[in-house]
């Protein structure tokens, strides 16, 4: 039986081990490739062993060792920590701001336009002597736009320096619901009436029922957390995207994404990223894991003395989207005492240089 | 022709076909764009730059996505050496493909609340 099983063993080994003292110990050699063909990184490389999860193996043979134990020396001596990093980003809510090019070439296109169009039909819109038609008018005279059928209609162009553009109705949307043609103005006056009128009978001591607001303008796109910059609120900055970093209690390498060691045998890097996020910034946020594959990663070894066994550590982002919600990090479990939601050039002065070079590529740029 | 139906029924035209009219055989139409030698030099300039404006995002766009590209090809090679286990399963095909309803598309000005801070886990 015994002998039988040996040449089993070595028949489908191919002879590669032939240390005959098996009897005592069967030391199982993997027929190591990268002793005979030069190492390369790309695919054709082997895949390195890792303590988390062992390399499956084909096929061991009956009575044989692992081979982690086989090598007698455990924890091996030159693995990586593993760890799963979280890019936690608000998309942008806004579309995106104009250049000044830009800005000036679409100006420049709408006046060729005004050239092009035939006047407006006024009779077909307004019925005269109507208050509508009054309204109109009285808008036309205050804008004092650009007339297209004058005398003047080839001076289209803005004289170097005018800055008329950028006062334009058709960008300034406070100015556009303010003189638009359907009479928002006129309602606006009306309800201001109201309302005074309202607090000056309260004011009398009559009960009175305030009036609505009818009209609803647009939001600035500016906010309140743009004007004091406080890069903890969510609301700042909408047309850009943001990221979540957050401060460790260190002096060194304080500022960056949450991250933490894959904890044990069975977590994969999503399962891992999610439980990160949830220590790190606590369950109050709705977000959304983009995928399974890490979008980047970041190596570092140890200083000396730091950790026994371990060379490094290897750091693997995965994407994730913040739907609502907002960081809180009271009683994290990962030793953090404050966050911030920053926008790409925001990053790059507070996470170091180093750490920008490494995470500069996976993030978007707007 | 306006005048004629006019004078025979009695009643006014139909919109519509006044509208055709107008935009027809307004004294203003066609209006073309006569431009001089200067004006043409400046309106060509001004084109060729917008063309090489946009071909310039056109490219940074091209480039950023490749770059992201690379990133993750580099980051999934690297754990595929590091791990295969860990490797199979990151790059394992999702089942769960579901839209999320909470997404939405970038507006011109923002909602009423700016950010939904106060979001708690149900």
């Known amino acids: ?292 594959a890490p979008i980047g990663f970041y190596k570092y070894k140890y200083p000396s003395g730091h950790a026994q066994n371990q060379v490094g550590k290897k750091v693997f982002f995965m994407k994730a989207r913040i739907l609502a919600g907002q960081a809180d990090l009271t009683n994290n479990k990962q030793d953090l005492e404050d966050f911030q939601w920053l926008t790409k050039d925001e990053l790059k002065d507070v996470v170091g240089n180093k750490y920008y070079k490494a995470v500069q590529h996976m993030l978007v740029a707007q | 022709m306006a005048k004629k139906s006019k004078s025979k029924k009695g009643a006014p035209t139909d919109v519509r076909i006044k509208l055709i009219r107008y935009s027809l055989y307004h004294p203003k139409t066609p209006r073309p764009l006569r431009f001089g030698t200067m004006r043409m030099l400046r309106h060509w300039t001004i084109h060729r730059a917008w063309k090489l404006y946009q071909a310039t995002q056109r490219k940074e766009r091209g480039y950023e996505l490749e770059r992201q590209y690379n990133k993750m090809r580099d980051a999934c090679e690297e754990l595929r050496l590091t791990s295969q286990g860990l490797y199979e399963r990151a790059v394992a095909k999702s089942i769960f493909r579901y839209p999320i309803v909470e997404f939405r598309i970038p507006t011109d000005t923002p909602a009423q609340i700016g950010w939904n801070h106060e979001w708690k886990r149900g």
């Open chain 1, 1 to 292: 039986m015994n002998v039988s099983c040996k040449t089993l063993r070595l028949g489908r080994l191919r002879g590669a081990c032939l240390n005959a003292s098996a009897t005592t110990q069967y030391f199982f050699e993997t027929p190591r490739l990268a002793a005979t063909v030069t190492h390369r990184s790309y695919s054709s490389a082997e895949a390195q062993p890792n303590p988390i999860t062992p390399l499956p193996v084909a096929n061991p043979p009956e009575g044989a060792l692992k081979p982690i134990e086989a090598h007698g020396q455990f924890p091996r001596k030159d693995w990586w920590d593993i760890a799963a990093g979280v890019v936690i980003s608000r998309p942008p809510l806004l579309t995106r701001d104009l250049p000044e090019f830009e800005q000036s070439y679409y100006f420049y296109q709408r006046r060729l336009n005004d050239r092009l169009q035939l006047p407006f039909a006024r009779w077909f819109y307004f019925k005269k002597g109507t208050l509508a038609e009054d309204e109109w008018k009285r808008k036309q005279a205050a804008e004092k736009r650009y007339q297209p059928y004058g005398p003047r209609a080839w001076a289209d162009e803005l004289l170097k320096g005018s800055t008329e553009h950028k006062t334009d109705p058709l960008k300034d949307y406070e100015h556009l619901v303010a003189t638009t043609v359907t009479g928002e103005e006129e309602t606006m006056s009306i309800m201001q009436a109201r309302q005074e009128a309202a607090k000056e009978a309260e004011a009398r001591g009559e009960e009175v029922e305030y009036p609505s607001e009818i009209v609803e303008k647009p939001f600035p796109r500016t906010t309140q957390a743009d004007i004091e910059n406080n890069t903890k609120r969510l609301d700042r900055k909408m047309s850009r995207t943001l990221y979540l970093v957050v401060k460790k209690k260190r002096d060194e390498h304080a500022w960056r994404f949450p991250q933490s060691r894959l904890s044990g045998k069975w977590e994969h890097l999503r399962w891992g990223a999610q439980r990160t996020l949830l220590e790190a910034a606590g369950q109050n946020m709705n977000t959304w894991f983009v995928g399974s």
